[in-house]
């Protein structure tokens, strides 16, 4: 029931803009196929100036959550920018298999995009779906967080190596882990982690939990020793002085945190893997939709708000356009993939 | 006293008041069609508070979820149509008191009850928040483990009829919610390759198909004489008829708001949890015990009172440590981030005008309720004049669209008349209906908490007794289950 209530306030005026469009455009449409259609039998749809009615913007993800919150106000920006409604439908479940059938499995034409998050790079591993990110057609990747280490300030691994160390002489079992699921992203971040360090994956033992902040409450508890999510996820309970961030999976140190070290700084290992979002669409777009959605989202993109938004939310800000948007989300599905086999979390 | 004289200058501000008109009215609508929860509300509401400043921002968010979740009980009451899982909780005795022509002292009660739950969490959330949020942050998945294990057991007991029956409904909820893959190991169960059911059984729908088809359906076979004819209501006496339940009942309108609270602080449960408990409390100690389920007001009170203090009290944990109490908090927190208020202990030390303020708000909105929860009643009581053989299809209309706005798809359509002909069937063989919506509710946290406690503790059994409080709530449980047992057998002993 979300598309009746575009996300600006005055419902009424959206509506009479959208009549007046159609009408108008309904005449336009009417003479230019009337002039055309009389040379070439092209179909109505590819003549009309794109776009010309709303636009759904698919969310694999619950309402609420990060992806619904960055889908929401790219919505909005989008809205502006195109000069149509366009409306978030969230289509959750199945670890997102859901909604990313969803979005690919659209028409091609414009009007049907969505958000495509990085477990689209997992699932075919694991066997749920035959969906791949060659699928899509990937408009650009807006946003990307990179993972972290944290472990509770009481712990008595106080730095990255120090951990590393009690890890690898632990043997089987001896440490515990949660933030996500089981095969979760946050997982994958820490078994690749332990792989860079030649440590075997058993040595740590996952806890599924359901997101980032379940498994740090687990940890404050003294429930798990450490949670390898995103530094961001954990920004209250670290202000607050219950939890400490060891490392951050990112060739840069984080602006938000600037005392944190990276994780290459901390151990010398050269992990490092972000969470990211990109836009994405069905393959086989018309061009004129391609190119007018491309610009929008890049004008969306370097929008102050949506600048501030990111900023103040502590979500990490990465452009990243068509070709090199595809290129990372290729090289992750690699990775992810070659982890996901060493841990026997892929089906064969 | 000056800071609280700027908070009050801050929410005094027309602009703000009459936001919180605005979503306070927003949030009726919402949470009085069935389907549309208090969660949908708060996400709708995100995108317009980016161009507002942080008390109005929090205000309209704040407004717009406790009337939505008081909302969600006139449909409850009229049509017998739960708006959320918490309300189900005591649907039955709301929806019989409709029957009996006492709607007015239905919605009343749950009404006012509400209001003074509000209240009452706001007031602990004002006083108590950094000991309560400490404690919330010692709950671990044994803790919860437990909880849900009293809370499954509160389905049975409190249930009318026999406790064998209640059981089956409960295991039809349990298997209900074992289906899909959004368990702790993430294998697909029961989906036979389709890929709507890898998302589960999503209980929106099955409870709109429990509850509301499954009445259409009877109305269909039973004709006008099997269905239930609503009384019309008036909303006269709607508040004085409340003091009467005020003096009669306080010791249940303080007990549920305080277990409501303290639950709702609980990030791992929440609303529905503590209505079903305090439901269970009211029963246990009720000098008529026998009355309820079939039309007793003294339940609507303490669980009424009960889940409106577990919306104030989630907003313990999140205020102090980022944690969210629950689906409306989650939100709520980034919100707060956006504005500047980013939560911590230090929440408290950084402008604290913000945080008067929105405990202001708070109050307010419990307070605003009541004039626009008397609207609402007067308006929705409307629908029981309509005639039967008009309001069945239209309630049926409700329910589809209902359930396909959860889903986005028809899948969510077909879901809700699955449950609509199993709720038909249900109740035509005189199983409860509502341990079914409690055990597809609490059946994924209860196997959650016990396979990631299973995982922790290396399978080890005792470790679910070896945290003290993991220990208390356990043995609680625990006795919950034996003392009937004990009883029974003393019982026939003596015979």
Redesign the interface.
């Known amino acids: 029931?979300?598309h009746p209530?575009p996300?600006?306030?005055p419902l009424g005026r959206v509506g009479r803009n959208n009549s007046g469009g159609e009408t108008d455009m309904n005449r336009k449409t009417f003479l230019t196929g009337l002039a055309v259609s009389a040379m070439l039998a092209v179909p109505g749809v590819a003549l009309a100036e794109y776009p010309e009615r709303p636009i759904e913007l698919i969310v694999p993800w619950?309402?609420?959550?990060?992806t619904?919150?960055v889908g929401?106000?790219f919505?909005?920006l989008l809205q502006d920018e195109l000069g149509t409604p366009v409306n978030v439908?969230?289509?959750?479940?199945?670890?997102g298999?859901?909604g990313h059938?969803?979005i690919a499995g659209a028409n091609p034409d414009g009007y049907t995009i969505g958000i495509m998050t990085i477990e689209i790079d997992m699932m075919h591993w694991?066997g749920?779906?035959e969906l791949t990110y060659a699928d899509f057609d990937i408009l650009a990747m807006v946003n990307a967080d990179p993972g972290g280490l944290m472990v509770a300030s009481d712990s008595e691994y106080q730095d990255a190596a120090t951990l590393r160390d009690a890890i690898k002489a632990g043997g089987a079992?001896s440490f515990?882990g949660?933030g996500t699921?089981?095969?979760?992203i946050w997982h994958l971040g820490a078994l690749g982690w332990l792989m860079s360090e030649e440590i075997p994956v058993e040595n740590l033992?996952?806890?599924?939990?359901?997101g980032a902040?379940?498994g740090?409450?687990?940890m404050?508890?003294?429930?798990?020793n450490l949670v390898p999510s995103s530094l961001a996820e954990g920004?209250?309970?670290i202000?607050?002085g219950?939890v400490k961030p060891l490392a951050s999976m990112s060739n840069e140190r984080q602006a938000l945190f600037p005392d944190v070290p990276t994780l290459k700084e901390a151990t010398g290992s050269d992990w490092t893997l972000s969470v990211w979002r990109t836009i994405a669409a069905p393959k086989g777009m018309p061009e004129d939709a391609r190119a007018k959605l491309n610009a929008a989202i890049e004008a969306a993109y370097n929008s102050e708000?949506y600048q501030n938004?990111m900023n103040?939310?502590?979500f990490g800000l990465r452009w990243a356009g068509p070709e090199e948007a595809t290129q990372i989300v290729a090289e992750d599905d690699a990775n992810l993939g070659a982890v996901m086999k060493e841990a026997g979390l892929a089906k064969e | 006293m000056n800071v609280l004289g700027q908070a009050l200058a801050l929410v005094a501000d027309p602009y703000v008041l009459l936001v919180m008109l605005a979503s306070g009215i927003f949030g009726l609508f919402v949470g009085s069609i069935p389907g549309l929860t208090a969660t949908m509300a708060t996400a709708l509401l995100v995108p317009i508070t980016f161009f507002m400043d942080p008390v109005p921002a929090i205000a309209a968010i704040v407004t717009a979820a406790a009337m939505s979740i008081f909302a969600g009980d006139i449909p409850g009451a009229l049509l017998r149509i739960p708006g959320t899982p918490a309300s189900a909780a005591y649907v039955e005795d709301a929806y019989r008191m409709t029957r009996d022509g006492r709607s007015r002292d239905a919605l009343g009660a749950v009404l006012v009850f509400s209001a003074i739950g509000g209240i009452f969490g706001t007031l602990i959330l004002i006083l108590a928040s950094p000991a309560l949020a400490e404690i919330a942050l010692k709950f671990s998945s044994f803790e919860y483990f437990w909880l849900v294990v009293l809370g499954l057991s509160c389905a049975i007991f409190v249930s009318p009829g026999s406790p064998l029956r209640a059981m089956v409904s409960l295991v039809i909820g349990l298997f209900a919610a074992t289906i899909g893959m959004d368990n702790p190991a993430a294998q697909a169960r029961f989906t036979f390759g389709n890929l709507d059911l890898l998302a589960g059984v999503s209980f929106i729908p099955a409870m709109i198909g429990l509850f509301a088809a499954a009445e259409v359906f009877r109305a269909m076979v039973h004709g006008r004489k099997g269905a239930t004819a609503p009384l019309q209501p008036d909303t006269k006496g709607l508040f004085s008829s409340q003091i009467a339940n005020m003096r009669r009942y306080p010791v249940q309108a303080l007990r549920g708001s305080g277990l409501g609270t303290l639950i709702g602080a609980l990030p791992g449960a929440g609303a529905d949890i503590a209505a079903w408990i305090s439901y269970a409390v009211s029963k246990r100690f009720s000098r008529t015990p026998e009355r309820f389920g079939h039309g007793h007001v003294e339940g609507l009170v303490e669980a009424g009172a009960s889940n409106n203090a577990a919306v104030s009290g989630a907003w313990i944990p999140a205020l102090v440590f980022g944690i969210p109490g629950d689906s409306i908090t989650a939100i709520v927190i980034g919100v707060l981030y956006v504005k500047g208020m980013n939560p911590g202990p230090t929440i408290f030390l950084h402008e604290p005008q913000l945080i008067y303020a929105l405990f202001i708000v708070f109050l307010l909105a419990n307070l605003l309720m009541l004039p626009l929860g008397w609207l609402a009643i007067r308006l929705a009581s409307r629908v029981l004049k309509v005639p039967q053989k008009v309001l069945m299809p239209i309630i049926l209309l409700f329910c589809i669209v209902g359930a396909f706005s959860i889903t986005n798809s028809a899948y969510g359509v077909v879901l809700m008349l699955v449950f609509g002909v199993l709720g038909f069937l249900m109740e035509e063989n005189d199983i409860p209906i509502a341990p079914a919506i409690l055990g597809l509710v609490l059946g994924p946290m209860l196997e959650k908490n016990f396979i990631t406690s299973m995982i922790k503790a290396d399978g080890n059994w005792l470790a679910f007794f070896e945290r003290p409080i993991a220990a208390g709530i356990g043995a609680l449980a625990i006795l919950v289950w034996l003392v009937p047992l004990v009883r029974l057998i003393l019982r026939r002993r003596a015979a």
Not at chain 1, 62 to 66: P, Q, V
């Open positions: 029931m979300l209530f996300p600006r306030l619950g309402a609420g959550g990060g619904d919150a929401r106000i919505a909005q439908v969230n289509r959750t479940g199945g670890s298999v859901v059938s969803a694991q749920l779906t079992g515990k949660s699921g089981q095969g979760g033992t996952w806890v599924p939990s359901e902040a379940a740090l409450t687990d404050v508890a003294g429930g798990v920004r209250a309970l202000e607050a219950r708000t938004f103040e939310r502590g």
